[in-house]
């Protein structure tokens, strides 16, 4: 069964960072690419960053670049979402998602079918 964990979230004041892990069984892991999705209320959910944990190629939303780092440990079948300089606009709900990875080097292309629980993330100002 495929299980998808988050962890990490909390609240934090404008500035201030977070790490959110995403921690993954019952597939195997460098054959699917892992994206982080945020979901604020009243608002559409939207992919923050994605990572295909075969190659390593990633991408971001442009509202985070430079700021978020998603990063990948196979051996601990874990993806982590580095989060500097929050802000409030960063405020909601993380999910994490596993897709089967094509190895086209475009994780946000894929298909992500399986969802972690989420993971509240409020930013004060």
């Known amino acids: 069964e495929v299980q998808l964990v988050e962890s990490g979230g909390g609240l934090v004041q404008a500035g201030e960072s977070l790490r959110l892990s995403c921690a993954a069984s019952?597939?195997?892991?460098?054959?699917?690419?892992i994206s982080w999705f945020r979901q604020a209320p009243g608002k559409e959910r939207e992919r923050v960053s994605c990572?295909?944990?075969?190659?390593?190629?990633?991408y971001y939303t442009d509202s985070v670049k430079g700021r978020f780092t998603i990063s990948s440990d196979n051996a601990k079948k874990t993806v982590i979402l580095q989060m500097n300089s929050l802000n409030p606009e960063d405020t909601a709900v993380y999910y994490c998602?596993?897709?089967?990875?094509?190895?086209?080097?475009?994780?946000?292309?894929?298909?992500?079918?399986?969802w972690g629980q989420g993971t509240q993330v409020t930013v004060s100002s």
């Open positions: 998602a596993a897709g089967i990875d094509y190895g086209l080097g475009r994780c946000y292309d894929y298909e992500y079918n399986h």
């Open positions: 019952g597939f195997i892991f460098k054959d699917y690419a």
């Open positions: 990572i295909s944990t075969g190659d390593g190629s990633t």
